[in-house]
């Protein structure tokens, strides 16, 4: 069974450019769930989502979206980048909500740097 | 608000050696614990999910328990090998229905 595959595993963008981060989860799971993990502030949730719907979000501006699709891929979009979006972005998938006990599958993650 | 904390942030031990991973949390609604490793440049890999009616878990040389009384929970790695370098993180979700991630316990198996 193909594990959590997130696209492109690197990216670099300038400051003020918009980038999209793309997830397919293990086949079968339909939630995924987003998080940001830098060295200062370890990893943090960004939002979950489940049957197309954002079912819980963390503390993040709403220049961070996402987006679930009927197949469960999932994408998230960052607008007007800034230097402190430089992060290792991850996305995790599991059979159902976490809050229901689904263990979490993660992808390795795509690599984002603001110059 | 649930916030998590692991200590020690670094551990180096001999191979061979039993050793004990710790993980603090604030919020005693938690619905599960879960303990994760990773390898570096790569994603999360779940080690163990304990559901908060549980007191523990096994798989292999790990287990994990929970006490929400106390809010703690510890992954003991028994036999440790050198391929069990990586970082620890463990996760609670709370009343919130939010993961949140501890900053982790980076360990070095020494052969």
């Known amino acids: 069974k193909a594990g959590v595959t997130q696209t492109p595993r690197y990216l670099i963008k300038t400051r003020g450019q918009q980038v999209t981060l793309s997830c397919s989860p293990i086949s079968g799971h339909r939630s995924v769930s987003w998080y940001q993990q830098t060295p200062g502030q370890g990893l943090q949730f960004l939002f979950e989502?489940?049957?197309?719907?954002?079912?819980n979000k963390g503390n993040f501006p709403g220049r961070f979206s996402g987006r679930q699709f009927s197949n469960s891929r999932s994408e998230m979009n960052v607008s007007t980048l800034e230097l402190g979006d430089s992060a290792l972005y991850l996305c995790?998938?599991?059979?159902?909500?976490?809050?229901?006990?689904?263990?979490?599958?993660f992808g390795n993650g795509t690599r984002l740097t603001v110059t | 608000k649930q916030e998590v904390t692991q200590i020690p942030a670094a551990l180096s031990v001999p191979e061979g050696e039993n050793l004990v991973l710790n993980c603090s949390f604030t919020?005693?609604?938690?619905?599960?614990l879960q303990w994760f490793r990773q390898d570096p440049g790569k994603g999360l890999t779940s080690l163990l999910l304990i559901q908060s009616s549980q007191r523990e878990q096994t798989s292999g040389r790990l287990n994990a328990s929970l006490d929400k009384s106390s809010g703690r929970s510890t992954l003991y790695i028994a036999a440790s090998q050198p391929g069990d370098s990586a970082t620890y993180l463990c996760?609670?979700?709370?009343?919130?229905?939010?993961?949140?991630f501890g900053t982790g316990t980076l360990l070095a198996v020494q052969p």
């Open positions: 989502y489940f049957s197309e719907t954002q079912r």
């Open positions: 995790a998938s599991s059979l159902d909500l976490v809050s229901y006990n689904s263990p979490l599958h």
């Open positions: 996760a609670g979700g709370g009343a919130t229905n939010k993961l949140i």
């Open positions: 919020d005693s609604a938690i619905y599960n």
